[in-house]
């Protein structure tokens, strides 16, 4: 405290400061903290994943006496894996997964870049309105209205289907609102030279507006991917068939089984976790940076 | 072959608008007349646009969400004459409302979903931003714990709900925990006081990770000559934390809480898996509440009706977050 305030008084650098014995005491302290923090986030995940390793039995059995043998196994085996993949066709749920996150990132894709296109370069009129309509109601999470929406997509026959799974997820507002706003980035004189040199508005879009905004692309892909790939209540109450079933609803159906196995389902949550933990590991800052600060790229 | 890229040829040049391959081998027709609009720069070209390229978009959002949205609302007018889902229906007014409104189960969960909404996502951004701060100073391993914070956050509520549904259990480790600290076993899910805050907990080691992706996106944005100012100005860690961080970072803090609970408001899988709104009512939320109604007591014009009002809450914070994001322009 005292070295504190006479380098303050004095006006001195910061680095002078970090090299005093106080600093090095809070940034120790501070790390400490850091890593407390970083372990207490980890080690669930890494006793799911250490559990997945055992024999189910074991997950609870080695609660008691509490020891290091509670965390790491003394039997190791695949037996879940197998058992996951081999009898409850669990490779099956993660393809469908899979399937349907992927068509709707396309699909989702296809609807919101035009869609943010045409609500940056035209002028039409109501143009805020149709904007503030697709974001608006595109934000409100499709799970508020999926009970009735599983009613009607039942009338049209759109039940076990994985048109049904897909379709619902296409709409992103957040996705739309970034790429209008990437889009707004791009200069108007781009698109003046395109039209004098002879090009249609779709040519326009694909060849300048699209290359130019990867970031806002990654960012809504990822946005309609991660929705539809954590996805339960929707396919919950549209899909019966186990055939059509994705991952996450195959290891809940896993959880309420009368006989349960505790290894198998950390490693089926696990595997339903490896999909999104690749994208967000790669994509991570393309992620983050388009919704914190939407603004300033604009 | 031929017959087919002469077809294709023609239907580009009709459309006016060629797309990459067959521009070259198409003979030029100067004379074509409907390559005329688009040389147009009008306001009806611009209209004639805008209706193709949000049609899709349009089509999207009056199918996926108007459409069901106007059912749901049209059905909460009748009543079932009966139980079941295949009794008569009979127009009732607002009588669906009156017994929602009046039942001391449903304004229990209302209230419930509220107040759970108006603790937790306070709370979970407030320590996503805690540990943020934290893990943006220069300090040894500092992206090692970042990334053991960020790990959770790609585990999907349906696997966190799992983990921690076997970590709480009676004998779970986490009571093994409390044992070897020589504290008393919690019940967690099976105690209408703690049920809640179990939860959370489903909800909070996931979302905090989650959320910190934005904030440090936020917070690496925050110009360091402003902290140097702030130093110079004698102004220590928590003094430049609330008047340089806090003021700076007001836009993704705000943004992020709305958009936290747009999300917790619709939370469904932990009370679905776990809890079954239990015990003792005391884990009903909204969502869960209409997924009851509908499903298991087969009551589905109440079920709207709860849909509703759920979804005219979510539309009040959705339409604060567009607010939000407009205000940066």
């Avoid at chain 2, 049209?74 to 004459?81: C, H, P």
Wanted: include cysteine; aromatic fraction near 10%; charged fraction near 10%.
């Amino acid at each position: 405290m005292a070295v504190q305030q006479t380098t303050r008084s004095t006006g001195a650098l910061p680095e002078s400061r970090r090299r005093s014995p106080g600093r090095w005491v809070g940034t120790a302290l501070l790390t400490v903290l850091a890593a407390a923090i970083g372990v207490a986030f980890l080690l669930p995940a890494v006793w799911m994943l250490l559990g997945s390793l055992r024999p189910g039995s074991e997950v609870i059995g080695s609660v008691s006496p509490l020891s290091w043998r509670t965390l790491v196994p003394d039997t190791w085996t695949l037996d879940n894996y197998v058992a996951l993949f081999a009898d409850l066709g669990f490779g099956r749920s993660l393809v469908n997964s899979l399937l349907v996150a992927l068509v709707s990132v396309l699909l989702g894709l296809a609807l919101s870049v035009p869609a943010a296109y045409a609500l940056t370069v035209l002028r039409f009129p109501g143009r805020e309105g149709v904007f503030a309509l697709l974001v608006v109601g595109f934000m409100v999470p499709f799970e508020a209205i999926a009970i009735p929406m599983a009613q009607l997509f039942t009338q049209w026959q759109l039940d076990n289907t994985y048109l049904g799974l897909i379709l619902p997820g296409i709409g992103n507002g957040l996705a739309i609102f970034n790429l209008r706003q990437f889009f707004r980035g791009v200069p108007a004189s781009l698109r003046e030279a395109a039209i004098v040199d002879g090009a249609g508005d779709f040519r326009i879009m694909t060849r300048i507006y699209v290359p130019l905004s990867v970031t806002a692309l990654i960012n809504s892909a990822l946005l309609i991917f991660l929705g539809q790939w954590s996805a339960y209540l929707w396919p919950l109450l549209l899909v019966s068939d186990q055939e059509k079933q994705v991952a996450a609803i195959a290891i809940a159906r896993t959880f309420s089984d009368t006989e349960f196995n505790f290894g198998q389902m950390f490693g089926g949550a696990l595997l339903i976790s490896v999909v999104p933990a690749i994208l967000l590991l790669l994509l991570q800052r393309h992620f983050a940076t388009s919704v914190a600060s939407s603004g300033e790229k604009g | 072959m031929s017959a087919a890229a002469h077809d294709r040829s023609q239907r580009t040049a009709l459309r006016g608008r060629p797309s990459a391959p067959p521009q070259p081998a198409a003979p030029p027709q100067p004379a074509a007349p409907s390559a005329l609009p688009r040389r147009r720069p009008g306001r009806g070209r611009d209209l004639r646009t805008a209706v193709l390229f949000l049609g899709p978009a349009l089509a999207a959002i009056v199918l996926l969400r108007l459409i069901p949205f106007a059912g749901a609302a049209y059905s909460t007018l009748f009543e079932r004459v009966g139980v079941g889902l295949l009794a008569e229906q009979r127009f009732a007014w607002f009588a669906n409302y009156e017994r929602l409104l009046s039942d001391p189960l449903f304004l229990g969960t209302l209230w419930r979903t509220i107040a759970f909404n108006l603790v937790i996502n306070p709370v979970q951004i407030a320590l996503a931003m805690a540990v943020s701060v934290l893990l943006v100073q220069h300090l040894p391993g500092r992206g090692l714990w970042r990334v053991f914070v960020f790990v959770p956050c790609t585990v999907p509520l349906v696997g966190s709900s799992v983990a921690w549904g076997v970590a709480l259990r009676q004998d779970g480790p986490v009571n093994g925990v409390l044992a070897a600290l020589g504290l008393a076993p919690q019940p967690f899910f099976t105690s209408p006081q703690q049920a809640l805050f179990s939860i959370a907990v489903v909800a909070s080691w996931i979302g905090i990770g989650y959320w910190m992706l934005f904030l440090i996106g936020g917070l690496n944005e925050v110009s360091q000559e402003l902290y140097e100012a702030a130093s110079l100005d004698g102004a220590g860690r928590w003094r430049s934390f609330w008047s340089v961080t806090v003021p700076m970072m007001k836009r993704p803090l705000l943004f992020v809480l709305v958009a936290d609970t747009v999300a917790n408001f619709v939370l469904f899988v932990p009370m679905q898996l776990l809890t079954n709104g239990g015990p003792n009512e005391s884990t009903t939320m909204l969502m869960f509440d209409a997924y009851r109604r509908t499903y298991t007591y087969s009551q589905p014009n109440l079920g709207a009706t709860a849909i509703l009002i759920l979804t005219l809450i979510m539309l009040a914070i959705v339409a604060v977050q567009f607010r939000l994001l407009k205000e940066e322009d």
